[in-house]
């Protein structure tokens, strides 16, 4: 037992990297793109500073469209964009397209709820006293609903972390990849074993760092 474990080490480390190096990217990429598509919903909705029903609409088709696929329908979908962006379809880069792809709606939607939690009174008020669209987006939207976007970006963290394991079925590395390859083909249970730890282990000090951010941004 022991010495099985000593074996599967490096691959357990290598495939720990590449999953960590896989959820970088796509978190990345993320936060960059579904922040301001969140706050974009949220603004051109209804009865805000910049309502417009037709980009809310179509923003909203948008997101509902790419969510409503399931990921490993998406990944696959996904191959003939993967290999143009990154000449190829298998590794913790072209893993990453189709993460990238599927956590930005769904980082996007967590952001548009958080905004939906805040207080009307305190966007009327910034708007009675002359802020400029700007100075509401950022002193006012995203400073009063911080608490929530980082524990939206935690979970969205985690859900990736789930993605990853499912695009290691088609040779995108990382610890799904490991497992399959191991612990399912070669009926290796010690593998299977150690990837489900190491797994619970990556989501448990993921969602502890998450709470204590949250927790210390939080000023209401």
Do not use: H
Request: one cysteine or more; charged letters at 10%; glycine letters at 8%.
């Amino acid at each position: 037992m022991l010495e099985s474990i000593t074996a599967i080490l490096p691959d357990l480390n290598k495939a720990f990297l590449e999953t960590v190096y896989m959820v970088g990217i796509s978190l990345i990429i993320a936060l960059f793109l579904g922040l301001p598509l969140g706050v974009l919903l949220f603004i051109t909705a209804k009865n805000l500073f910049f309502e417009n029903s037709f980009i809310n609409s179509l923003l909203g088709f948008i997101v509902n469209l790419v969510r409503s696929i399931p990921y490993i329908i998406l990944l696959v979908a996904l191959l003939p964009f993967t290999n143009l962006i990154t000449g190829t379809t298998i590794g913790p880069i072209a893993a990453s397209v189709s993460l990238s792809v599927a956590a930005i709606p769904f980082f996007a939607r967590i952001v548009e709820t958080s905004l939906r939690e805040i207080d009307k009174g305190i966007i009327e008020a910034a708007i009675a006293v002359g802020a400029s669209p700007w100075m509401i987006i950022k002193d006012v939207l995203l400073a009063e609903a911080k608490p929530g976007i980082i524990q939206g970006l935690t979970l969205t963290t985690i859900s990736l972390i789930g993605f990853s394991a499912m695009a290691g079925t088609i040779g995108g590395g990382g610890i799904g990849d490991l497992a399959i390859r191991f612990g399912y083909y070669r009926y290796d249970n010690t593998v299977m074993i150690l990837t489900i730890i190491v797994l619970i282990c990556l989501v448990q000090i993921i969602q502890i760092i998450g709470d204590k951010l949250s927790y210390l941004v939080d000023k209401r």
